[in-house]
T-cell receptor
Framework: ETGVTQSPTHLIKTRGQQVTLRCSSQ?????VSWYQQALGQGPQFIFQ???????GRGNFPPRFSGLQFPNYSSELNVNALELDDSALYLC???????????????FGAGTRLSVL | DQQVKQNSPSLSVQEGRISILNCDYT??????FLWYKKYPAEGPTFLIS?????DKNEDGRFTVFLNKSAKHLSLHIVPSQPGDSAVYFC??????????FGGGTRVLVKP
């Protein structure tokens, strides 16, 4: 049990729609990272939020966007859904200290998104 | 361009024997390496890690070895137990704590 919770667990959308996924980070953590895991592959980094600011982004188009709130929870928004967006979306939280060593990322169970 | 590769998609081992999982990487800027274990319907669970300045880290039944010159790391599980049956991901960390994952190795430990 990592203390990282994601909602919803499953979601079905149609092509062109928009979706919002939510993540509550582990108590004491200030950083949230989002990953996309397609079937049979490893997770791929989407972006990271540190103290409510985007702090790094992977190779994903701008229709993938995010937010981090003052309580360090986070949202992932995907606009204009495509069939290839069908995947498991994982959120990970960690405690990042300015100038300090990077800490371990702890993952939630994920949201499985199906785009029809 | 896959910067982290796990070339064995699956591994089957007898209970009590050693499981050896391998991982290769290409990016010299990676400074930290991690192994995660994933059960179905759960998120990846952190298992063990190693800094790029070390060549071995041990935690109970799990040992990770790093060969920087070969850009290769391995995870040894001794002895393997049925509860170890899961998918194992190798991950490498670069600046900004972004993790790059391999494709995973499915381990089956037979009783």
């Amino acid at each position: 049990e990592t203390g990282v919770t994601q909602s919803p667990t499953h979601l079905i959308k149609t092509r062109g729609q928009q979706v919002t996924l939510r993540c509550s980070s582990q108590s004491g953590h200030n950083t949230v990272s989002w990953y996309q895991q397609a079937l049979g592959q490893g997770p791929q980094f989407i972006f990271q939020y540190y103290r409510e600011e985007e702090n790094g982004r992977g190779n994903f188009p701008p229709r993938f966007s995010g937010l981090q709130f003052p309580n360090y929870s986070s949202e992932l928004n995907v606009n204009a859904l495509e069939l290839d967006d069908s995947a498991l979306y994982l959120c990970a939280s960690s405690l990042e200290l300015a100038g300090g060593a990077k800490n371990i990322q702890y993952f939630g169970a994920g949201t499985r998104l199906s785009v029809l | 361009d896959q910067q982290v590769k796990q070339n064995s998609p699956s591994l089957s081992v007898q209970e009590g024997r050693i499981s050896i999982l391998n991982c290769d990487y290409t990016n010299s800027m990676f400074d930290y390496f991690l192994w995660y274990k994933k059960y179905p319907a759960e998120g990846p669970t952190f298992l063990i890690s190693i800094s790029s300045i070390k060549d071995k880290n041990e935690d109970g039944r799990f040992t990770v070895f790093l060969n920087k010159s070969a850009k290769h790391l391995s995870l040894h599980i001794v002895p393997s137990q049925p509860g170890d049956s899961a998918v194992y991901f190798c991950a490498a960390r670069a600046a900004g704590n972004k993790l790059t994952f391999g494709g995973g190795t499915r381990v089956l430990v037979k009783p």
